[in-house]
């Protein structure tokens, strides 16, 4: 009876964290969501919210490391529940990372006080994609889904390559009118934010791949 009662309290702080990943990772998506909005629109007090709002995913990052730690000294689990741990333990630092860049991105907004200019409004696809990500990785963690994580993974591809074509779009704007060199390195700053967002998502679906497998691709 004791071992019973032990182990459906450790399902249920298992189940606790996966709940908390879904927490921290909707927080991440609408951060994104919400910054990508406020670059489209420029709009400043989104922006603002985005950035304040970053609070929560570094309380969420601190929260979930400290139930991780708990399950791995009192709850002695299973290879299996081990690896699942320890991999949530390496995603929340991802995840944390990318409510960071989102908030750089909102901070960006902020001075730049003004829509994104039409020519470059396909930037936001960049950060469509990349929320993206983000959510399907903790999805395939939850979910406990390879195949999810994989797809993931080759998307990075997709983000890299939007990154190459708008810097270089950006070079050609700044060779063609120098006076706007400030706002168009703005705007540079803002798509590799996204890249390497799409770089932390990468990641956390490597440690689903971890997490299933014992072993990561470790492709990025």
């Known amino acids: 009876?004791?071992?019973?009662?032990m182990r459906d309290y450790y399902?249920?702080?298992?189940?606790?964290?996966?709940?908390?990943?879904?927490?921290?990772?909707?927080?991440?998506?609408?951060?994104?969501?919400?910054?990508?909005?406020?670059?489209?629109?420029?709009d400043v007090e989104l922006a603002k919210a985005v950035m304040e709002g970053d609070a929560?995913?570094?309380?969420?990052?601190r929260d979930i490391e400290a139930?991780?730690?708990?399950?791995?000294?009192?709850q002695q689990p299973v290879a299996g529940d081990m690896r699942r741990i320890?991999?949530?333990?390496?995603?929340?630092?991802?995840?944390?990372?990318v409510g960071d860049q989102a908030a750089d991105i909102a901070e960006i907004v902020v001075q730049m006080n003004e829509k994104l200019p039409d020519k470059f409004l396909h930037i936001c696809k960049m950060g469509t994609l990349a929320m993206k990500m983000v959510t399907d990785s903790v999805n395939a963690y939850v979910d406990l889904d390879l195949k999810l994580a994989g797809e993931v993974i080759h998307s990075d591809d997709e983000v890299d390559e939007l990154f190459l074509k708008v810097r270089g779009e950006i070079l050609d704007a700044i060779r063609e009118d120098s006076s706007k060199e400030e706002e168009l390195l703005d705007l540079f700053m803002i798509t590799k934010y996204y890249e390497r967002i799409g770089d932390h998502a990468t990641n956390i679906a490597e440690w689903v791949e971890y997490a299933m497998t014992g072993e990561r691709s470790e492709e990025n």
């Open 1 to 5: 009876m004791v071992d019973k009662k």
């Open 11 to 42: 399902e249920e702080q298992l189940n606790k964290l996966h709940t908390q990943m879904i927490s921290m990772g909707g927080l991440c998506e609408k951060a994104i969501a919400d910054a990508t909005k406020a670059l489209t629109d420029g």
């Open 56 to 61: 929560k995913i570094n309380q969420q990052e």
């Open 67 to 74: 139930l991780c730690i708990k399950l791995l000294l009192h």
């Open 86 to 97: 320890s991999a949530a333990l390496k995603m929340v630092t991802d995840m944390e990372r």
